[in-house]
């Protein structure tokens, strides 16, 4: 990406950590008349439309306080690549910088914040290829098969993680090159002036925080948000249909399980998910961590806005 004067600084940090909070708190405080705060959302599911309430998504009351960049880019029903929100954030940094405002990045999804910050190398996409994988249901067979053609990859890839599997199967064989031969990947940490800072909870703490988060969404609406997408013309893109509140409803709306069990496994796979945002973030150096005790907004907002600065 064309390099801003002023870098953005980063926050990051597993789902119901606190970075949204901080970041507005952050943004509200040090804004000036000269030089606007600017909050750019990284985040793979705030990019649908319609998709508000199961993934966060910056109120209108916030949105309206704050500028907020790389949220409702795209309908739910369409497809969204890493390069498209490479593409789309990096356009929104340069844009700021035009503004001499500064930019302010709250990440939950690590790979689309490597894609901007470190300029990740990204491969093109081999979708008759893609189709054919994704009708093998074995994930166990898929990554068995990478690891023939890709050693390489699947010692930086978890055995359960099907869509990450898929990809890179199907840049193998589509290009006939290793997946982990397109640069250095996510396993790079170049030093690029950009300060990231990390929310670290107890994981007993933040395992209380994402439940309380998931029942706060179903008494806001999330029900009838899942059916109202549901029951739309063009449904649910596969992986908007993958998202965490919305595919465990989805099961409950077509009558398989119950609503109690959806809201159960909801929360059951969100803590699973902020584990392994925890695992991503962690394999970064450069990350400075600071463990939060009771406020995330009273104990970290200091410490960002005096990067920001």
């Known amino acids: 990406m064309n390099k801003p004067v002023r870098k953005p600084v980063v926050i990051v940090g597993p789902t119901a950590s606190g970075k949204s909070s901080v970041a507005m708190a952050v943004a509200q405080a040090e804004t000036t008349t000269l030089s606007p705060v600017h909050i750019v959302a990284v985040d793979a599911m705030q990019v649908y439309r319609d998709m508000n309430i199961g993934t966060a998504k910056p109120t209108k ?26 593409k789309s954030a990096t356009e929104s940094l340069e844009k700021i910088d035009k503004l001499s405002g500064r930019a302010l990045l709250v990440a939950g999804t690590g790979l689309y914040l490597t894609a901007v910050i470190d300029e990740l190398v990204l491969p093109g996409e081999f979708l008759d290829i893609r189709a054919t994988l994704e009708e093998e249901p074995d994930t166990t067979k898929l990554f068995a098969r990478l690891a023939e053609l890709d050693p390489v990859a699947v010692e930086k890839i978890e055995r359960s993680n099907r869509r990450r ?139 960002v806005a005096k990067h920001l600065r």
């Open 61 to 86: 009351q916030d949105q309206a306080l704050v500028p907020h960049h790389c949220i409702d880019l795209v309908d739910s029903h369409e497809r969204f690549t890493v390069a498209e929100f490479k």
């Open 165 to 303: 599997i898929i990809r890179a199967l199907e840049v193998c064989i589509g290009s006939g090159r290793a997946f982990s031969s397109f640069g250095p990947g996510t396993s790079a940490y170049p030093e690029n002036g950009i300060v990231q800072i990390g929310l670290r909870w107890s994981r007993e703490r933040l395992a209380q925080r994402v439940a309380d988060r998931v029942h706060t969404m179903i008494d806001d609406g999330l029900v009838d948000e899942v059916a109202a997408l549901r029951n739309s013309k063009q449904g649910l893109s596969r992986t908007a249909a993958q998202a965490l509140g919305y595919k465990e409803l989805l099961l409950h709306l077509e009558g398989k399980i119950s609503l109690d069990q959806a809201i159960a496994d909801t929360i059951t796979h969100t803590r699973q998910f902020a584990v392994r945002q925890e695992r991503w973030f962690r394999r970064d150096p450069r990350i400075k961590w600071v463990s939060i005790s009771e406020d995330p907004v009273s104990e970290i907002v200091p410490i």
